[in-house]
């Protein structure tokens, strides 16, 4: 609880679940889950850092929130694009789409 | 007189609730992305950040965790929800992942994994300097409005552009469908 290691092997546990969905997932919404997750790794990981190494406490929370507004954004347009792949295709298997010109 | 505190430890009740949090936040994690149905996953991604949330806690920074709620279980979730909501459910999972593609993408991020913890241990984390102990959303609302302006004013052109796409997009398969 005390040790940057458990911190930072949380965030790494978190990544690697994010690529193991993101490879795995058959659906779009299931791989934009797991890059949820993935960022959620990465912003644990500049938290500790900040926490334990850094002299200056602010620089963690900051490219933390920052990360947040950078993923709430992604989710917004890979949710649209989801959509629009949706009533074009009626699909939203990855497998299924695989037709290039609109 | 007696308190709690006299029979068991601050220290380790504070122990225990990492702990617990760290297994919500892995449980969440598993289950956002090993069911084929959508909407479990969704579930299990706002366990898992609400997880993280508490674990944020830990690192100092209630300014952070109250954003990690509100951002993540608050907004992107139920923007997932909607989404599925508006997509029809005999689309939405049901079928059975391909057991070859699975024990691909196992291997992959176990490799990942292993490596990003051989890197973790074998290097020597020291810091710089003392580390700073100011945690007060004040300081960081100064940071952010000076040092870090041209960042947070680029996040949220970046988020006006997000949504404003994301309307136009949407129309786009509108227009499409229409043909």
Known sequence: ???????????????????????????????????????????????????????DATIGQAFTLFIMGIAA???????????????????IRVDAISQLKG | ??????????????????WILVLITLSGAVMAVVPAKIVHNVLGLAQSMFGVAGIYLYLGS??????????????????????????????L??????????VLALLTSVVTFIALVVMLIKTQWAPLAAPGRDWTAKTLGQVLLTRYFLVFELISLVLVVAIIGAIMVTNLGVSRERK
Do not use: W
Not at chain 1, 12 to 17: D, E, M, R, S, T
Not at chain 1, 37 to 52: R, S
Not at chain 1, 79 to 88: C, D, W
């Open chain 2, 93 to 102: 999972g049901g079928e059975k992942p391909v057991l070859f593609k699975m």
């Open chain 2, 1 to 18: 007189m007696n308190t709690i505190a006299d029979f068991i430890p601050p220290i380790l009740v504070a122990q225990g609730i990492f």
């Open chain 1, 1 to 55: 609880m005390e040790s940057l290691l458990t911190y930072v092997i949380l965030g790494a546990l978190l990544f690697c679940i994010g690529i193991f969905g993101l490879l795995q997932h058959n659906s779009l919404i299931g791989m934009l889950i797991a890059t949820e997750l993935i960022l959620n790794g990465a912003g644990l990981n500049a938290m500790a850092f900040g926490f334990f190494l850094s002299s």
């Open chain 2, 62 to 91: 209630q300014f952070v965790s109250m954003m990690q709620l509100l951002i993540y279980v608050g907004a992107i979730c139920v923007t997932y929800i909607f989404a599925i909501m508006l997509s029809p459910p005999m689309e």
């Open chain 1, 73 to 91: 954004a992604e989710a917004a347009i890979a949710l649209s694009i989801m959509i629009a792949v949706f009533r074009r295709f009626h699909d």
